[in-house]
């Protein structure tokens, strides 16, 4: 999927765990999204990243976290796994901004499914 | 603000006639708009994208969308359905960085 690599791509986890997502491009794009994806409620975005260390919430950030210390690595963590974070995740990368026209296609990854039990 | 609204939760056709995936915009300014599929258990990938460059977009697989400010409408079209198109399908518009809407999809099932 044009660089982009999402591991792991299932995972079973219980009720109170921590787990970590990462999210790894080649693409040297600046832009890094996480999103999660629900029947009935389509593609919500978590947590994104407009460069190095520089991180901002989305419309669902409630308990999750992220970091990204290089370009090409963003993490998604759920410091405490709850059922309701049961769902598919992907990260998608940008070479641009919203407004860059020529650049601000998102490329997908493949996605990660995590089940909370 | 930016949204888009897919008209149909579920689109169903014979293979060989044509598709229609309905999609219209709310945007304060011209936007960007972009087409997605989603196979069964598979990222999204990119359909095709409206960056104000031409007003009709000609995408991947023989799909295609035209770019119509005067109905606020950004429908997919393709003339002949294929097994293949099976999937569901998201309308997308992007202002800022973070300002990406998606639609909540549409699932087109092709019957053979």
């Known amino acids: 999927d044009a660089g982009i690599t999402q591991s792991p791509r299932h995972k079973v986890t219980e009720t109170g765990t921590p787990v970590t997502l990462r999210c790894h491009q080649t693409e040297n794009h600046r832009y890094m999204y996480w999103y999660r994806q629900d029947p009935g409620h389509g593609l919500r975005l978590i947590h994104y990243s407009y460069g190095v260390k520089d991180t901002d919430k989305g419309e669902v950030s409630d308990g999750y976290s992220v970091s990204r210390s290089k370009t090409e690595d963003f993490l998604l963590t759920l410091e405490s796994a709850t059922s309701s974070q049961t769902s598919v995740y992907f990260c998608?990368?940008?070479?641009?901004?919203?407004?860059?026209?020529?650049?601000?296609?998102?490329?997908f990854g493949a996605g990660s499914r995590l089940t909370v039990l | 603000a930016q949204s888009v609204t897919q008209l149909d939760s579920h689109v169903s056709v014979s293979e060989g006639t044509p598709v229609l995936l309905r999609c219209n915009y709310s945007?304060?300014?011209?936007?960007?708009l972009f087409w997605y599929v989603q196979h069964p258990n598979k990222g999204l990938q990119l359909l095709l994208k409206?960056?104000?460059?031409?007003?009709l977009v000609k995408g991947i697989n023989g799909f295609e969308a035209e770019f119509k400010k005067s109905e606020t409408s950004f429908h997919l079209t393709k003339p002949s359905a294929h097994m293949s198109d099976a999937a569901e399908y998201f309308c997308v518009t992007r202002g800022g960085y973070q300002k990406v809407t998606f639609g909540t999809g549409t699932k087109l099932q092709v019957i053979p």
């Open positions: 998608a990368i940008s070479e641009g901004g919203g407004r860059q026209r020529g650049a601000n296609v998102l490329t």
């Open positions: 945007s304060s300014y011209s936007p960007s």
């Open positions: 409206y960056t104000s460059a031409a007003t």
